[in-house]
């Protein structure tokens, strides 16, 4: 009984394993074989960690400075967000091996969200910065420290755990 079942288990075969071009997970997009979207995350990320940190420094200090600061990084997180998500795009679509795979759509998903929030959050503070820091400004900011965390926490995990946009080496 216990053989039969563990020779079932063997037969089982993932059919997106068996898809054309599911190994060709290696980056396309990229400058030397060094991948664009790994290398312009870092900017949004850092980004949406200063607009929060700008906020709090705002609330606790109320210099105008702080706020001035604060929808900078708001406008350029949501910019520099877009390029990422630009880049990421088209290492989805033209990837046959990360095209495949589910967890990639589910990290463009959470990215997708991460972007429509960072732009809310400039656009809520464009029709007054100083305005819109407390409490709306800074309970959107907070928010999207966490957004941005398991957005990126999720596309490292594609890079570590699945190996996409990876090279094989030599
Ligand atoms: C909007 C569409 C997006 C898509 C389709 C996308 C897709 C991907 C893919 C396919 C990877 C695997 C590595 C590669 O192939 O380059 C990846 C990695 C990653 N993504 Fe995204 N991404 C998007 C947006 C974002 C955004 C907005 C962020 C964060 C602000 C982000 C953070 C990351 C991080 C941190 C990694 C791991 C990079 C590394 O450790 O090398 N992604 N993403």
């Known amino acids: 009984m216990a053989e039969e079942m563990i020779n079932e288990k063997e ?6 394993a068996e898809a054309p071009g599911y190994d060709q997970t290696e980056s396309l997009v990229g400058i030397w074989g060094h991948p664009l979207h790994a290398m312009s995350v870092a900017f949004p990320v850092a980004l949406t960690f200063c607009n929060f940190g700008a906020d ?5 200090s109320g210099e105008l400075f702080w706020a001035r600061a604060a ?11 877009l390029a990422a ?13 990360i095209r495949i795979r589910a967890p990639a759509w589910t990290h463009f998903v ?10 809310l959050n400039w656009g809520y503070r ?14 959107m900011s907070g928010f ?8 990126g ?15 094989k080496g030599s």
């Open 126 to 139: 464009l029709q007054g910065y100083e305005a819109a820091v407390l409490p709306y400004g800074i309970l």
């Open 56 to 60: 709090v420094l705002y609330w606790w």
């Open 153 to 167: 926490w999720h596309g490292g995990k594609l890079v570590f755990d699945y190996r996409l946009g990876t090279s």
């Open 11 to 16: 037969d089982l075969v993932d059919p997106i």
């Open 110 to 119: 959470i990215a997708v969200l991460l972007l429509s929030l960072l732009g």
């Open 144 to 151: 999207n420290v966490l957004v941005v965390m398991v957005t």
């Open 85 to 97: 998500g630009a880049t990421g795009t088209a290492e989805l679509l033209l990837v046959p091996g």
């Open 71 to 81: 929808i900078w990084a708001a406008g350029t997180a949501f910019l520099f967000g």
